[in-house]
């Protein structure tokens, strides 16, 4: 394996031990307000524009997912019609609220919202929706980062400022930290890799939480297995018209 890759592979398991060690409150924190969310009937949603969308969609409907989660879909800014257009879209004010507001999302429900910065104003206005519902609210997000940067929030606030829990993913500015000689700009980003490794981790702690609690979450099976399309077939209706992504 060439070098540059067995650093980067040091420095996503670095990152990683910091989430391991430094994050287990947060983590064990958010599993515990979205566990009563999925033991009272509720939707967990989540958000992430630009590439953080990736890491909002990973735990939604899929193998060895929980049933109860939803996707807040916004297409532009999440890179549908280009991403050079998803960064100007994550930007605008009215963006996220606009998504979150047509969600589906409701009182009874909590969110995830990932932005490695911060500081975009779709994020933020995501979590505000949420906020101004009284649902639990947290964020997957870089506090390093954010705090070294000026938001570009139209109300001077920040997602670290107005989540319930936020989870600090410790990826350092600017995201992409491999130095080649012969480039100037950096390769080899962790945020993405590193949100998907949180969320799917407060997923875990979640259905943990609740099988503690003597309640059997809904969870898919592969695709691949041979009694999955049974199974899968019976969460989907039970969980459509309420899981649009389903």
């Known amino acids: 394996m060439d070098t540059k890759a067995r650093e980067y592979l040091e420095r996503l398991r670095d990152i990683l031990t910091f989430v391991e060690t430094k994050q287990a409150e947060p983590i064990s924190t958010a599993a515990q307000k979205l566990a009563e969310v999925v033991r009272r009937g509720g939707i967990i949603y ?38 050079f257009r998803a960064g100007y879209m994550e930007r605008l ?85 491999i130095k080649m000689e012969g480039l100037e700009q950096p390769m080899g980003g962790l945020s993405t890799a590193v949100s998907i490794v949180v969320g799917h981790l407060v997923c875990l702690s979640i259905a943990s939480l609740l099988l503690q609690q003597g309640v059997r979450p809904d969870v898919f099976f592969s695709g691949n297995l041979d009694s999955a399309e049974e199974h899968n077939l019976g969460l989907w209706k039970k969980y459509r018209g309420r899981v649009r992504v389903l």
Do not use: W
């Open 93 to 177: 004010t009215g963006v996220g609220e606009a998504a979150a507001r047509f969600s589906g999302i409701s009182e009874q429900d909590g969110l995830i919202v990932v932005s490695n910065s911060g500081l975009n104003n779709a994020p933020i206005e995501v979590a505000l929706y949420g906020r101004k519902l009284g649902i639990p609210v947290v964020a997957i997000t870089s506090v390093s980062y954010s705090s070294s940067h000026r938001t570009r929030h139209s109300g001077g606030k920040k997602l670290m400022d107005v989540a319930d829990v936020v989870i600090d993913t410790g990826v350092p500015f600017p995201d992409a930290t």
């Open 46 to 83: 989540t958000f992430g524009s630009g590439h953080s969308h990736c890491a909002a969609e990973d735990v939604v409907s899929r193998a060895g997912g929980l049933a109860a989660m939803d996707l807040i879909y916004e297409p532009a800014s999440a890179g549908e019609l280009g991403m």
